[in-house]
């Protein structure tokens, strides 16, 4: 199973972006996914989440600003970036609770994406 992040670039202040992270592998099915972010010399701190069934939870830093969404017939998962300011310049990496058929049966696990970059400028 791999994860793989994309649409992260640079930016100016109060821009926008979108980010998108699609799974692959022999998945059976993806429960909860989520974005992080690492903002340089911190530590990665949770942005949004998403069930399956499409409820959200975003932090506080970001509500009204950012919208995480997902596509679960393209194991698909977005973040929608509006109103971005200097301070959400960092690394925002992928993560979901993903289903794979194992021969002791079915595991799920935590998968990560490998990040992709933002930037924000004055």
């Known amino acids: 199973v791999q994860l793989q992040a994309s649409g992260g670039g640079l930016v100016q202040a109060g821009g926008s972006l979108r980010l998108s992270c699609a799974a692959s592998?022999?998945?059976?099915?993806?429960?909860?996914m989520g974005w992080y972010h690492q903002a340089p010399g911190k530590q990665r701190e949770l942005v949004a989440t998403i069930t399956r069934g499409g409820s959200t939870d975003h932090a506080d830093s970001v509500k009204g600003r950012f919208t995480i969404s997902r596509d679960n017939a393209k194991n698909t998962v977005y973040l929608q970036m509006n109103s971005l300011k200097l301070e959400d310049t960092g690394v925002y990496y992928c993560?979901?609770?993903?289903?794979?058929?194992?021969?002791?049966?079915?595991?799920?696990?935590?998968?990560w994406g490998q990040g992709t970059l933002v930037t924000v400028s004055s």
């Open positions: 592998g022999s998945i059976l099915s993806i429960n909860r």
């Open positions: 993560a979901g609770e993903i289903s794979t058929a194992q021969a002791v049966g079915t595991i799920i696990n935590e998968y």
